[in-house]
Each structure stands twice: as structure tokens, then as C-alpha cells.
């Protein structure tokens, strides 16, 4: 029954280096067409800069969250889950630098914004908002890659004292000063304990940050306090379709540490986001339409009720709730890989359009939605950095993390193995 | 004819022994196997292949009630108390969904509990004739209905499936 804990050292990664050559190609299209977007039109170029960079760096940090949370609350039904979601903070450092030359959009936005509502002030000076969103961006990546690092630091270490992969600077690195399995596993808990909390605590912080200063702030007299919340909660749901997606090509190419029941609970928990995310929907809106004041409304009305975003405000909420929700109310399906599949990329595409119509409105002006090469080009970028970074991650360390050492998994009397 | 709980009842040690006793009971033709377990777990759910449980027929009906009775509550004392709130229609639906998704919420989760109690046929004032105090401690039981001319095959497959003690229970 349990596979044994060498194996998942020696198996081969699921991550072929075709793959990896594809996100390669990807992210140099994406490069090429940034820089020539930029030459052509700097706003628009910017504009979809900001709805990937939302988009992809979100993706990462709420399986990372996903991670953290599985971790504080002890929970047990999903070790390979837990490690997928740790691996994308792999993107993490990535998504740090790709904000920095946001900076010369966030110059263009907020010039504009600050001659609509001179009021607004220096809190809302392009400058201040590039530095705190950095601190907080910076905080939160080191906060999470030292989280995933003491996760892998016992078993990096356990697997070169065996001899199972080859060694190579990168094990090195993380099992540096090694003191053997016992004293490892201690440190390794604490140090688990102390950053999972330190995630968690940063990430409401930070992520309200962002909605409010890179959405919020891009339409001169919108407000809505509860906007921060809304954005965090969808960013955690966006994560959690993200692993769906991960989780559910493994199981289909049937990866032995995916169960169908793993699988099955994944998409409760994606079920439950559903209804959360879009409650964190409605209660905006009531408020907004309780109020009736011009200047929450107009946001709204722009984006619901105007074309030609509302085609595409009503196609996210299909994709994002209303699909899910039906799909999810069957047992089977969520059982089903191909259906977690297909649900996961709906519930991200959905989200995907959600940035999209939340970001562009606010700044672009004419008849028709700008998409085109240059949308397809940058989003394209992002996602061959995305893949490329959580493929090397993949390639590095097993899938299947370790429950205890294995010296403490030997078998007990009477024939059970202890197992995670 | 005999009583409708006479059966054989094993009693094991592992709980390999159980599953591996449910699959040969299960491969001779008998059916209608219960399990004793001092602790649940997921490979005797698999190994029993029970039927999807009937409690979530009784959920959706809960939710579909709850979910009527929220639109009537609300629209209803609406129509009855016709007053004008902030400019708004009469029937408005975005506070009236509220109501009915806490209705939703609260039928659906009451008559899960209902059907949870009665599929289970609980609370049960007397423990079944199989039960034994050590099936709550160290033992996994496995209870097997049967007619009396079973009784001494499905002895052996019990024993053979490594059964620590096997005794009749309901004649």
C-alpha cells in the first residue's frame, strides 16, 4: 500500500524538457512582443502588463497560501496537493522582478488619475505606490520562499545522505550545514510553524494593498472597502484552480501519489471558494446598490451594464461561479479528472477576464476592448515564465512529500506503516 | 422463516483481515454485510462498496424548499407592507436573495441532519445484537445476514479471512 519514500526520489519528473523548450519559446515571444508594445503603444502595452502580472503573480501566491493554510491547521488528506502548491512559490521571485518595470506604467496611470482628482494626493503619488507595493510584494516572496525552503531542507538532505539524485548546487545549497534527520525534522517543524503564519498574516495585508493601490486607485473617483477582501478571496480561489489544474493532469496521466478521493476533496474545497468568492461579489454590490451614489455606481454600471465590457464582466461571472457551481453540485465530477480539468481552466480563464475587466475599463476609452496580438503576446510571456518556473521546480524535487523521516516511517508492529 | 438480524458475526484483529474477509464474503454472494469499527476508515467504505448514501437526496430537497420559501417569505411581506425604500422597486432582488440563500443554507443543512438521523435510525435505544464493547476498542467486527443453511460456510470464510472468534447472533 504505501509507496516507498526512495521512490519519489528516483522516479522520474513529470516535467518533460519539451515542455520546458515550450515555456522557453513562450516567454521569448512574450519578451519580443512586450518590447515592440511598448515602441507601438505604451499604454495599452502596460495596461495588459498590469492584468498578467495580477493575474500570474496571484496564481503562485495563493497556492502558497493554499500551502500555508494546509500546514497551520495540521491537515492530513493531501500531501501531494500541499507540495504542488508549495512549488509555485518558484514563480514568486520571478513575479518580484517583472513588477519593477511596472513602475513606468504605474507613472503613466496615476498622472492621468491625479489630474481627474488632484485630492487624492501623495498617497496615491505613483512613487509611494511603486514602493510600498514593492515592500510588500518583496516581503511576502521571502516570506513564502523560506517557508517552502524549510519544507524541503529535511528531505533535500535526507535524500543526499542516501545518495538518491545526483548532487548538484541546488541540493547543496538548501541542506547546507546539515545535522541529521532528527535535529532536521525538529527545526523544520518550528521553522514551518513560525513562516506558515508569517504568510498568512502578510497576505490579507499585502493583497488588499494591491487591489487598492493597482485596481482600485486606476479609476479617479471609485471606492469600496471591501474591495481588498474581495480581491485576496479571489486570489486564494484563483490559486486553488490553478493546483485543480496541476492536480488534475497528474491524476489523468495517473500519478500513484494522487488519489481520486485527493482529487474529490480538492473540489469541495474549490466548491466552497466558489460560494465564497461570490459572496464577497454580492456583498460589494448590495452595498453599492443600496447607496446609489453616482460615484460608486459608475463602476458597476461601466463594467455590467455597458459595452463592450459587459459581454465580458458576464462571461467571468459564468465562468468564475455560476458554470462551477452546477458543475461542482455532482459528486462524480469532482471524482473525474478530465471534468477537474476542463472546470479548473474554466474557473482560471474566468478569472483571468475578471483582472482583465477590473483593470482596463478604468483606463481604456474607446468603442472596443483592446485585445489583439499584443494581449495574446504579453499574456502568452507570463505564462511561459509561470510554467517555466513551477517546471524547474518540479524537475528538482518529488512531488510527494515526506512525512516523517524514514527512520521514524519504519514499520510499527504488527505490519501498519506509519503514513502522512 | 428466520429473524431478520440472524447472522454470523466475526471478529478480527486487523484490519486487513476485515477487508480481506468483506471481498471473499462479497465474491461467495453475500451482500448484506455491516461493519464494526472502532475508528472509520475509507478502505472498508471501499471495501463494502455500499450505494451512494440517500442523505443528499434529502439535502437538495432542503436547499429546493429553502430556497421557495426565501423568494415567498420575501416577496410575499413585500407585497403586503407595499412601502417605497430608496427609490427601489417593490420586489427588489438583490436584498431578497440574501434571505434565501440563508434559507437555502438553513433548510438544506436541518434535513440533512434529519436524514442523516433517520437513514442511521438514530438515536437507537438498544445496540444491535451483533455489537460487542470491544468492537468500540481493539477489534473490527464484520456482521454478516444470512439464512441458518449459510451459517456454517459463511463460518468458514470468516475463519479462513483469519476471524479471532465467530458466534451467531439473532435466531
Not at chain 1, 122 to 151: E, H, K, Q
Not at chain 2, 24 to 37: F, I, N, P, W
Request: proline share 7%; glycine share 10%.
Amino acid at each position: 500500500m504505501a509507496e516507498r519514500w526512495e521512490d519519489r526520489w528516483t522516479q522520474p519528473s513529470p516535467v518533460s524538457p519539451g515542455l520546458m523548450r515550450s515555456c522557453f519559446g513562450l516567454m521569448a515571444v512574450g519578451v519580443a512582443v512586450l518590447l515592440a508594445g511598448l515602441v507601438a503603444d505604451p499604454a495599452r502595452t502596460w495596461q495588459i502588463y498590469l492584468v498578467n502580472f495580477l493575474y500570474w503573480g496571484a496564481l503562485a501566491q495563493g497556492a502558497v497560501v493554499f500551502a500555508a493554510i494546509y500546514h497551520v491547521v495540521g491537515a492530513k488528506w493531501g500531501p501531494p496537493i500541499r507540495r504542488l502548491g508549495e512549488g509555485m512559490a518558484a514563480f514568486l521571485p520571478v513575479s518580484f522582478l517583472l513588477f519593477l518595470p511596472l513602475y513606468a506604467g504605474l507613472d503613466l496611470f496615476f498622472d492621468r488619475v491625479q489630474q481627474l482628482n488632484p485630492q487624492r494626493g501623495a498617497w496615491f503619488d505613483s512613487r509611494f505606490i511603486f514602493v510600498r507595493g514593492g515592500l510588500g510584494l518583496g516581503s511576502m516572496t521571502v516570506l513564502s520562499l523560506f517557508f517552502v525552503y524549510y519544507s524541503l531542507r529535511p528531505e533535500v538532505g535526507a535524500a543526499l545522505e542516501r545518495g538518491l539524485r545526483a548532487r548538484h548546487w541546488v541540493y547543496g545549497w538548501i541542506a547546507d550545514a546539515w545535522q541529521g534527520e532528527r535535529v532536521e525534522m525538529a527545526r523544520s517543524e518550528r521553522g514551518m510553524e513560525v513562516l506558515a503564519t508569517g504568510v498568512l498574516l502578510a497576505y490579507p495585508i499585502t493583497y488588499t494593498f494591491m487591489a487598492f493601490d493597482l485596481i482600485m486607485a486606476l479609476d479617479p473617483f471609485w471606492y469600496s472597502s471591501l474591495f481588498g477582501g474581495y480581491f485576496f478571496i479571489g486570489t486564494f480561489y484563483l490559486g486553488l484552480a490553478g493546483l485543480t489544474v496541476v492536480v488534475s493532469l497528474l491524476a489523468r496521466r495517473g500519478h500513484p501519489g494522487i488519489t481520486t478521493r485527493q482529487l474529490g476533496d480538492l473540489g469541495r474545497l474549490l466548491f466552497g471558494f466558489t460560494l465564497t468568492y461570490a459572496a464577497m461579489l454580492w456583498s460589494q454590490y448590495i452595498v453599492i446598490w443600496y447607496g446609489n451614489l453616482p460615484e460608486e455606481t459608475h463602476f458597476v454600471v461601466l463594467r455590467l451594464w455597458k459595452p463592450p465590457w459587459a459581454t465580458l464582466s458576464w462571461s467571468a461571472l459564468v465562468a468564475a461561479i455560476f458554470l462551477p457551481f452546477v458543475i461542482f453540485l455532482s459528486r462524480k465530477a469532482k471524482e473525474h479528472p478530465p471534468i477537474m480539468l476542463a472546470t479548473g481552466l474554466l474557473i482560471a480563464a474566468g478569472l483571468w477576464l475578471e483582472r482583465y475587466v477590473l483593470v482596463v475599463p478604468s483606463l481604456w476609452h474607446d468603442e472596443t476592448a483592446p485585445f489583439g496580438w499584443l494581449e495574446i503576446g504579453v499574456t502568452a510571456g507570463f505564462l511561459g515564465a509561470a510554467g517555466w518556473s513551477y517546471g524547474l521546480f518540479l524537475r528538482y524535487f518529488p512531488i510527494l512529500p515526506l512525512a516523517r523521516t524514514p527512520a521514524a516511517a519504519a514499520p510499527l508492529p504488527g505490519g501498519a506503516t506509519a503514513h502522512e | 422463516m428466520a429473524h431478520p438480524s440472524a447472522g454470523m458475526v466475526g471478529s478480527f484483529r486487523h484490519l486487513d483481515s476485515l477487508l480481506e474477509a468483506i471481498s471473499r464474503l462479497r465474491g461467495a454472494g453475500y451482500r448484506d454485510l455491516q461493519a464494526l469499527s472502532p475508528v472509520p476508515h475509507h478502505a472498508i467504505d471501499e471495501a463494502l462498496e455500499k450505494p451512494p448514501s440517500p442523505v443528499r437526496v434529502f439535502t437538495l430537497i432542503g436547499c429546493l424548499l429553502g430556497a421557495t420559501t426565501g423568494f415567498v417569505l420575501t416577496i410575499a411581506s413585500s407585497l403586503h407592507y407595499p412601502l417605497i425604500v430608496g427609490g427601489k422597486p417593490i420586489i427588489s432582488f438583490p436584498p431578497f436573495l440574501i434571505i434565501v440563500f440563508e434559507l437555502t443554507i438553513l433548510f438544506g443543512g436541518l434535513l440533512t441532519l434529519g436524514g442523516m438521523l433517520l437513514n442511521a435510525r438514530l438515536p437507537r435505544v438498544h445496540v444491535v445484537p451483533a455489537y460487542d464493547p470491544r468492537f468500540s476498542e481493539d477489534r473490527f467486527g464484520l456482521w454478516v445476514r444470512c439464512a441458518v443453511s449459510d451459517f456454517d460456510a459463511v463460518t468458514r470464510l470468516l475463519k479462513g479471512a483469519d476471524a479471532e472468534e465467530v458466534r451467531r447472533v439473532g435466531e
